[in-house]
């Protein structure tokens, strides 16, 4: 089993509606990211989380929300998805240790209509 | 300002040769990571390699080493004998120290990306 889990792997939705990508870890870490990534372009972060109390806005989190529902649980939400939301969307845990990297989901392709 | 440069849009390299994908960055930090993550086209994020600030010795992992020059700030990942298998996009990211408090949270900044086609 994957030890980062995103879920749903794709989904085709329409402008304005909600929307929201789940992760859940195994790997016990307390550190969540949710990244983007448009097409031929780098990641970028939306949100981030050190622990279940902690959420921390990232470079782009204008139209999205975050929900840190437990240690190994870290939603993203569209709360009215535009198609330039449309993209790759990575989460991803890490460890403390500074020289540890950190663990991606497989990422979940949105597309926006 | 960009913080991490990766100037290569674009490689192309023979089978079985060596090739360098150029990354450099930009930190006031003294302590801070380096890595390097392939997505092939079915658009995982796989991590390579990493090296340390302090690090003395370049990393290395089977094929891949990272040539770190601190004084230029670049960080190049090297690729011996390549394979076919290696076609992908290729991401340097940066991960800045620990600030007073953990403030950093070990967030990564990335790269746009080099493409590596492989070529038999």
């Known amino acids: 089993d994957a030890d980062v889990t995103q879920t749903p792997r794709n989904r085709i939705t329409k402008t304005g509606k909600r929307i929201m990508l789940e992760c859940s870890q195994t790997k016990g870490h307390d550190r969540m990211y949710w990244y983007r990534q448009d097409p031929g372009l780098g990641l970028q972060l939306i949100y981030y989380?050190?622990?279940?109390?902690?959420?921390n806005k990232g470079e782009i989190s204008d139209g999205y929300s975050v929900s840190r529902q437990a240690q190994a649980k870290f939603s993203l939400s569209l709360e009215s998805a535009i198609p330039n939301q449309t993209a790759l969307y990575f989460c991803a845990t890490s460890d403390p240790d500074s020289n540890q990297p950190q663990h991606f989901g497989d990422g979940t392709r949105l597309s926006i209509l | 300002a960009q913080k991490i440069t990766q100037t290569q849009p674009g490689m192309f390299v023979q089978e079985k040769e060596a090739v360098t994908l150029d990354c450099t960055y930009d930190?006031?930090?003294?302590?801070?990571?380096l890595f390097w993550y392939k997505q092939p086209s079915s658009g995982e994020m796989i991590f390579l390699i990493y090296q340390g600030s302090y690090d003395e010795q370049n990393a290395t992992e089977g094929r891949y080493s990272l040539n770190f020059q601190k004084a230029r700030k670049s960080a190049n990942l090297v690729i011996s004998a390549s394979q076919l298998g290696d076609s992908a996009m290729y991401f340097c990211a940066m991960r800045e120290g620990e600030g007073a408090g953990g403030t950093s949270y070990g967030k990564l900044t990335f790269g746009q990306g080099t493409i590596l086609t492989v070529h038999p």
């Open positions: 930190t006031s930090d003294q302590s801070y990571g």
């Open positions: 989380s050190f622990d279940v109390k902690d959420i």
